[in-house]
Nanobody
Framework: QVQLVESGGGLVQPGGSLRLSCAIS????????IGWFRQAPGKEREAISC????????YYRNFVKGRFTISRDSVKNMVYLQMNSLEPEDTAVYYC???????????????????WGQGTQVTVSS
């Protein structure tokens, strides 16, 4: 049974940083992608960045390039999202998701996911 557990959300001032963590369990092979998504109030859920479980290759949506960095620790089965220069528009519930046998481009472009975490709230406000 695949499980994803996010942590690291909270309240941060504009311009600040946060690192989200996603603990992954239940996968029996490396052929999957992990992605970070977010959903702001009144908006649709959107992909942010995705990373391959097999080779660590990453994909970023244009709106976060240069500000957010996705990474993984394959030993600890963790995926992280380092978020810098946060803006009030980044306020949302952030979700970790997983998709077996899916490329990072497909996962992030089409929000092709199978498993979801419970989400963690990120609020950017002064």
């Amino acid at each position: 049974q695949v499980q994803l557990v996010e942590s690291g959300g909270g309240l941060v001032q504009p311009g600040g940083s946060l690192r989200l963590s996603c603990a992954i369990s239940g996968f029996t092979s490396d052929y999957y992608s992990i992605g970070w998504f977010r959903q702001a109030p009144g908006k649709e859920r959107e992909a942010i960045s995705c990373i391959s479980g097999s080779d660590g290759s990453a994909y970023y949506r244009n709106f976060v390039k240069g500000r957010f960095t996705i990474s993984r620790d394959s030993v600890k089965n963790m995926v992280y999202l380092q978020m810098n220069s946060l803006e009030p528009e980044d306020t949302a519930v952030y979700y970790c998701a997983a998709a077996p046998f899916t490329t990072v481009e497909t996962m992030c472009t089409y929000s092709a996911t199978k498993y979801w975490g419970q989400g963690t709230q990120v609020t950017v406000s002064s």
